[in-house]
């Protein structure tokens, strides 16, 4: 049973098979931009369970752990960090 919200709001249901199985209805698989073969995760807060595509939690999980990184070492613009990777070519 799917309800509509407003434009960008929606809620969808699906059955839980006997091995826990679901299958993600075909709407929220276009939201989460996954198809055959892709993964979700599983994201669990206090009771609250969020389903995103794991490439893009992946991603955001990286970027957060890595920020602030480029400023500690002097890099402030694209010039800057093709500099740093020259130089990282050059010592091989």
């Given amino acids: 049973m799917e309800a509509i919200l407003d434009k960008s709001t929606f809620t969808d ?6 091995k826990g199985q679901v299958t993600i209805p075909k709407d929220v698989r276009e939201v ?4 055959n073969g892709d993964r979700v995760t599983f994201v669990v807060d206090h009771g609250k369970v969020t ?10 999980y990286l970027q957060d752990q890595l920020k602030g990184e ?23």
Wanted: hydrophobic fraction near 45%.
């Fill in 51 to 60: 389903v995103v595509n794991s490439a893009v939690f992946a991603m955001k």
């Fill in 70 to 92: 480029a400023e500690k070492l002097g890099l402030e613009s694209e010039q800057d960090v093709n500099d740093l990777m020259k130089s990282i070519r050059d010592e091989d």
């Fill in 13 to 18: 249901d699906a059955k839980v098979m006997s």
């Fill in 32 to 35: 989460l931009g996954v198809g």
